[in-house]
């Protein structure tokens, strides 16, 4: 079968399991992986084993800095300090500007922490501020999704950013300095665009599930820690982690027996993705023992309900890694070159990659529903394109291009759209018309950010193995 063929196989597979089928998307990714396997070449006796090989591996890339990050988000919840964060954007711009408030703290929250989450713990303080400053209601709770949205699919070490880098070979560094550049101009062009498309929309505040109840639900209960001691999880991995980057891109022309040698020796160990995320996780469960101080059987139950959460999505990502390393021993890549031309730069060709990425993304996206699922495969599938010697600007870009695609599209086979529904009070036809179109609008926007950034701010091609 060629290469195209076995694409549009492992595809239908995928689709056809999780959207007919209803399977879990983990044994859908690892059926499609073998399949993919067994169409392309190779030695039979070995074609089901590289699966489990190529799942090990990205497991072993990815797995411990998931775990983490569930570990340091659950604990940002649980010790106050995610309310924290929310209350200082609140002082920092003031209730009458309580759609950036909300939007900032989602946009910071969702970071670390899964996007349900974000959603469930800004909605009461969303609600409160309605009922306070009588701001539209559909405004603020659209701004606070799309902050969360946007990072949720951008910036590690959230689970689809962190498996792109990873699959494309993207230095974890640049994946977080990129992503939270162009996912920032992203959210300040959305905020105008929220405003003015809310403005004709009276949809009355409704409890959960369409109930009338708009009694807000109080998130503080004074024992919140420090706001400096609240930030400090989320940013150790991103300072870390980007210093790093910065320090190996110095060490390139500096002389191999530099001071700054010296510092790129530590920071290749402080700054490893792995151990920074261990760091940012053991303060912010020293910050939730100190402020709750929970029994050592409660704060072990914290521990492991966080993991477990990890654990399905470590599987999910880990399979969708074996499920690309598949498509790329079928030669996908190569299929692929063959019809996107990569060689005029970011200008003409490159700007067509761009658009395919963003492209494939989306179909995935609004064929089965998950986000990630969406960025896994089609990184998956553009990952043998990434070459220093044909593409003009850095594949960072390719890679928020993707994170953009997945998100567009949002409709009723997503989760992410009956959390905001339900949770919001809004019905499905309310729900389309303003999560649906503004995510869909975000997408965009965040496209033509990635294209304008990949033209006048290309950076040095580079890739880590």
């Not at 954007?89 to 922490?113: H, N, Q, Y």
């Not at 896994?376 to 695609?405: E, K, N, Q, R, W």
């Amino acid at each position: 079968m060629s290469p195209v063929g076995i694409l549009f196989t492992g595809i239908t597979v995928v689709v056809i399991l999780i959207v007919v089928v209803r399977m879990h998307a983990f044994p859908a990714l690892i059926t499609a992986a073998i399949i993919v396997s067994l169409l392309a070449p190779g030695d039979p006796a070995e074609k089901i084993g590289r699966v489990a090989l190529a799942f090990g591996s990205t497991a072993g890339k990815i797995g411990i800095v998931i775990a983490m990050a569930a570990v340091v988000g659950r604990s940002l919840v649980e010790s106050g300090a995610a309310d924290r964060i929310v209350r200082m954007f609140i002082a920092l711009f003031g209730e009458k500007r309580c759609p950036v408030s909300l939007m900032s703290s989602g946009f910071v929250l969702s970071i670390p922490v899964f996007f349900d989450t974000v959603f469930y713990l800004l909605l009461p303080l969303a609600r409160s501020m309605h009922l306070r400053t009588g701001k539209n209601y559909v405004m603020l709770i659209l701004a606070m999704g799309a902050g969360a949205s946007i990072t949720h699919s951008l910036v590690p070490p959230t689970p689809g950013p962190l498996i792109i880098a990873d699959t494309l070979g993207i230095d974890l560094g640049t994946m977080i300095m990129v992503g939270l550049l162009v996912a920032a101009c992203t959210a300040a062009v959305m905020l105008p665009f929220i405003a003015r498309l809310s403005r004709g929309m009276n949809i009355p505040m409704r409890g959960p599930e369409g109930i009338d109840d708009a009694s807000p639900v109080p998130t503080n209960d004074g024992r919140a820690p420090g706001l400096f001691a609240s930030l400090l999880p989320i940013l150790i991995p991103v300072i870390l982690i980007s210093a790093h980057t910065i320090v190996s891109i110095l060490t390139r022309s500096a002389a191999s027996d530099s001071a700054l040698h010296h510092v790129g020796a530590v920071t290749s160990v402080i700054g490893n993705a792995n151990g920074a995320m261990l760091l940012s996780a053991a303060f912010a469960l020293g910050v939730l023992r100190r402020n709750r101080r929970p029994a050592g059987r409660q704060l072990t139950k914290t521990v492991e309900q966080a993991l477990t959460s990890a654990g399905v999505i470590i599987l999910i990502t880990s399979a969708g890694g074996a499920f690309g390393a598949m498509l790329q021993t079928a030669d996908v890549a190569g299929a692929i070159e063959r019809i996107v031309p990569l060689q005029s730069g970011p200008r003409a060709g490159g700007i067509g990659l761009l658009l395919a990425g963003f492209f494939i993304a989306f179909l995935l996206k609004f064929a089965q529903g998950s986000s990630t699922v969406s960025m896994i495969t089609a990184s998956a599938i553009f990952a043998g394109l990434v070459h220093a010697d044909t593409m003009a600007y850095h594949p960072v870009y390719l890679a928020c291009a993707i994170g953009f695609g997945a998100q567009c599209g949002n409709w009723m086979n997503d989760s992410g759209f009956w959390i905001f529904a339900k949770m919001s009070g809004l019905t499905e036809v309310e729900t389309l018309k303003t999560w649906t179109v503004t995510v869909s609008t975000l997408s965009l926007v965040g496209l033509l950010f990635t294209i304008l950034f990949a033209s006048l701010l290309p950076l040095a091609v580079r890739t880590v193995s």
